[in-house]
T-cell receptor, first 112, second 110 residues
Framework: NAGVTQTPKFQVLKTGQSMTLQCAQD?????MSWYRQDPGMGLRLIHY???????DQGEVPNGYNVSRSTTEDFPLRLLSAAPSQTSVYFC???????????FGDGTRLSIL | GQSLEQPSEVTAVEGAIVQINCTYQ??????LSWYQQHDGGAPTFLSY????GLEETGRFSSFLSRSDSYGYLLLQELQMKDSASYFC???????????FGAGTRLFVKA
């Protein structure tokens, strides 16, 4: 049972480039979310989804897009990377919104 | 708006008991969770309170008072491996948006 899988684990981008961070879970969880974590800070919610076809904005959605075409996958797209988006990105999933969230190992993203 | 406050750092001795407090301001409160994160790792779930009172899971307990918008995590019989960051997180109704606090860094000394 793989749990929550994030790819890539590390990525370096140039300002203005776009990319997609992948997140997949094999636990048949309805709820998925994306967070970013900056040094010494907590996790800030970017976008979340309560089921396939349903997404909503979190605390810091600007510059990011998401889609949820299947229960398993929840990719995060950076439209035009900026140095301020340098961070560690975590994807999480839970069976329902009020259940414990399971986190992936994170993607460490640097934007030059 | 929403906000959570927890101490930035706590230091305790191995074998001791430590309490990490969390106060929150939010609309549509549903529940309070606690997560642990070791350096370089991913957050892992510790406990969840939706109702007032104490929840106990082994050496860890969590308490919630909805009327005071306050909760705490209690760690007993501290071990060196408990040195980590601990985050409280509020779950809101209307979509179950989860908002995390900035975290408390716990240092356990021998």
């Amino acid at each position: 049972n793989a749990g929550v899988t994030q790819t890539p684990k590390f990525q370096v981008l140039k300002t203005g480039q776009s990319m997609t961070l992948q997140c997949a879970q094999d636990m048949n969880h309805e709820y998925m979310s994306w967070y970013r974590q900056d040094p010494g800070m907590g996790l800030r919610l970017i976008h979340y989804s309560v089921g396939a076809g349903i997404t909503d904005q979190g605390e810091v959605p600007n510059g990011y897009n998401v889609s949820r075409s299947t229960t398993e996958d929840f990719p995060l797209r950076l439209l035009s990377a900026a140095p301020s988006q340098t961070s560690v990105y975590f994807c999480a999933s839970s069976y329902k919104g009020d259940q414990p969230q399971h986190f992936g190992d994170g993607t460490r993203l640097s934007i030059l | 708006g929403q906000s959570l406050e927890q101490p930035s750092e706590v230091t305790a001795v191995e074998g001791a008991i430590v309490q990490i407090n969390c106060t929150y301001q939010t609309s549509g409160f549903y529940g309070l969770s606690w997560y642990q994160q070791h350096d370089g790792g991913a957050p892992t779930f510790l406990s969840y309170n939706a109702l007032d009172g104490l929840e106990e899971t082994g050496r860890f307990s969590s308490f919630l008072s909805r009327s005071d918008s306050y909760g705490y995590l209690l760690l007993q019989e501290l071990q060196m491996k408990d040195s980590a960051s601990y985050f409280c997180a509020v779950l809101n109704t209307g979509g179950f948006k989860t908002i995390f606090g900035a975290g408390t860094r716990l240092f356990v000394k021998a």
